[in-house]
């Protein structure tokens, strides 16, 4: 028996990463990750949840919406922490996290001293991470509810895209999806990686 039920696993074919991946969406742990990944960036973390959201919503298009939510969930709670941190003097603590330099911070600074919670708004695709925006709240004499609001917002829209884009490229590419979905994650981190450091340079 021991040897037919080894012989029965080695005949079954195995799962590809999508399929893997596609099952691991629909669990409440993928939430839970993508809520935990959102409030960690938000404090220190310096890769952004836009990745797992992408990933999920390519092998999970229907689980896309609710992935993007937990993330927008966590990346609101984590900036509410961060916003508790710089009240209490620690917006230091930016330059020691990984990939934030003195321009993103002194360009953070400044829109919220001139716009209020409503320079937040320009966070998304601007290249400065929102913890930046976070941690320097307090200093530049943004409330803490309409930070928490103008938060939401921004951080809602961004990866409400990043989810739609990717999960309508799983609908046009399903017929595919299974055996391109590992070479169409490895593109979008080299392209990530490339936009990266793009953006690190263009602020240092």
């Keep these: 028996r021991v040897a037919a039920a080894r012989a029965a696993v080695l005949r079954a074919p195995r799962r590809s990463l999508h399929a893997r991946v596609r099952g ?5 742990p993928a939430l839970l990750l993508a ?3 959102g409030a960690a960036e938000a404090l220190v973390w310096p890769i952004v949840p836009d990745l797992l959201v992408a990933a999920l919503a390519l092998a999970a298009p229907r689980r896309a919406i609710p992935i993007a939510a937990a993330a927008v969930a966590g ?3 984590g900036g509410l922490a961060a916003y508790g941190l710089g009240a ?3 917006a230091g603590v930016l330059d020691h996290v990984p990939l934030v330099t003195g321009r993103m911070q002194a360009e953070a600074a400044s829109r919220m001293t001139t716009d209020g919670a409503a320079g937040v708004l320009g966070q998304p695709w601007s290249g400065i991470p929102f913890k930046v925006f976070a941690y320097q709240a307090p200093a530049a004499g943004v409330d803490a509810g309409a930070f928490a609001v103008f938060a939401f917002l921004a951080r809602a829209v961004r990866f409400l895209q990043v989810a739609a884009m990717f999960a309508a490229g799983a609908i046009l590419l399903r017929r595919w999806i299974d055996r391109l979905y590992a ?3 490895g593109a979008v981190l080299v392209v990530f990686y490339y936009g990266l450091s793009r953006v690190v340079a263009a602020w240092s």
């Design 24 to 28: 691991f969406a629909g669990t409440r």
């Design 35 to 37: 809520f935990g990944w």
């Design 75 to 77: 990346s609101v709670a």
């Design 88 to 90: 209490l003097g620690a």
């Design 183 to 185: 070479w169409t994650l």
